[in-house]
């Protein structure tokens, strides 16, 4: 029997054109120390509680509740919510992909912001759809210049806020504005997997406008302030409709029963919360004045991480910056990707390795080229 076509499967058409993800480097050549500041992870861990629940959990032989009935209402009850608009993820991350897969197919399209997360667009062309780019002003999202991109054929516009890497967010007044000129067929996705540390009076994470509307979501990550990335843990507040979409196509036993022990004490524990809150708005703002002092421009942020940019000069570049860092422990994350070719970003880590950082950055900027 002959055989007929390619000698091998080959993935649908479009596939071998999404960029994968490149995540930050998690260590460095070096003998002593590493300080991993790459990927936006707290330097306090996590609550003492979640790593109770979480070995008291580790029972291996059982599924997991494939409803995350304790952990839903753990979220619930902490935010004042409907557990059934629930749906719990592996890290929002799945939840993002998951509502691109629901409502996304060949030849609709998605909008995200210029340096948004980088899982947007990956999300958008896993499905066959098109990515549309709004260009952002002083690297915050523009409401003026998504509404433009909207279309007949725009099905989902994912924002950040706060964005992931530059730091910023947009006031929640700009953000009902956008939902308001929103067609209502259109679903804004709002990511605020760092809601928890921001600390200003015209923000909102999106619970408001997701209670009170058909077309709007919000999600969240146990992954940031809570210190569970490697548990893989995530929530989305949705309409009911939007909910029983997610549940048709998600995996029956998406998340194990260890992670979701941990998350129900992790957000129980608010004391917890409130003492990372007080340490980030701590130290935040001191990195922001010592690198700015060094001469470095640096883009204010509401997260956990700072985005700096380096002078544009041979041997002073985020480039250089980055070896001379990992050359003394110190991994930071190069962010040419997310469209800043001569900038890097730093999470937050504690008081020593904070000022340790500074001073390497001052000693590579000081040296002769």
């Known amino acids: 029997m002959s055989k007929i076509g390619s000698s091998r499967p080959t993935p649908r058409a479009g596939v071998l054109n999404i960029s994968a993800y490149t995540p930050g480097k998690t260590t460095a050549n070096y003998s002593g120390p590493v300080y991993k500041l790459s990927s936006n992870e707290t330097p306090l861990g996590a609550s003492k509680h979640a790593l109770d629940a979480y070995r008291a959990n580790a029972v291996l032989e059982h599924y997991p509740d494939p409803s995350a009935l304790a952990l839903r209402e753990a979220i619930a009850d902490v935010h004042g919510l409907n557990s059934s608009r629930l749906v719990i993820g592996n890290g929002s991350d799945e939840l993002l992909s998951l509502l691109a897969y629901g409502y996304l197919g060949d030849g609709d399209e998605a909008i995200y912001s210029e340096h948004g997360f980088l899982v947007y667009p990956i999300a958008i062309e ?13 690297l915050h999202a523009n409401v003026d210049n998504i509404l433009q991109a909207v279309t007949p054929r725009t099905k989902i516009v994912f924002l950040a806020n706060p964005n992931n890497p530059t730091g910023t967010y947009l006031p929640f007044d700009e953000v009902k504005r956008l939902h308001t000129e929103l067609p209502s ?30 077309n709007v979501v919000m999600t969240r990550t146990f992954s940031k302030i809570y210190g569970l990335a490697n548990l893989r843990l995530g929530w989305i507040y949705a309409p009911e409709h939007i909910v029983d979409v997610l549940h048709r196509i ?6 194990s029963g260890a992670a979701q022990a941990a998350g129900v004490a992790a957000i129980k524990d608010r004391g ?6 007080a ?47 990992l050359d003394r422990g110190y991994v930071l994350r190069l962010v040419g990707n997310y469209g800043f070719p001569n900038s890097l970003r730093a999470s937050l880590g504690k008081e020593k390795v904070n000022r340790g950082l500074v001073d390497a950055i001052r000693e590579f900027l000081e040296q002769s080229v």
């Open 272 to 277: 917890f919360i409130e003492n990372a809150v």
């Open 126 to 138: 896993a499905t066959g759809a098109t990515p549309v780019i709004a260009r952002e002003t002083n």
């Open 185 to 214: 067929s259109v679903l804004l996705v709002l990511d605020a997997a760092y809601a928890e540390y921001v600390r200003k009076n015209d923000y909102e994470s999106g619970i408001e406008l997701v209670a009170n509307n058909e």
């Open 279 to 325: 340490f980030n708005s701590k130290w935040l703002p001191w990195l922001e004045k010592e690198l700015t002092d060094l001469g470095l421009e640096v883009t204010p942020s509401v997260g956990n991480f700072l985005l700096m940019h380096f002078p544009d000069i041979d041997g002073k570049r985020a480039i250089d910056a980055d070896q001379f860092l």
């Open 250 to 255: 998600r995996g029956p036993f998406n998340v």
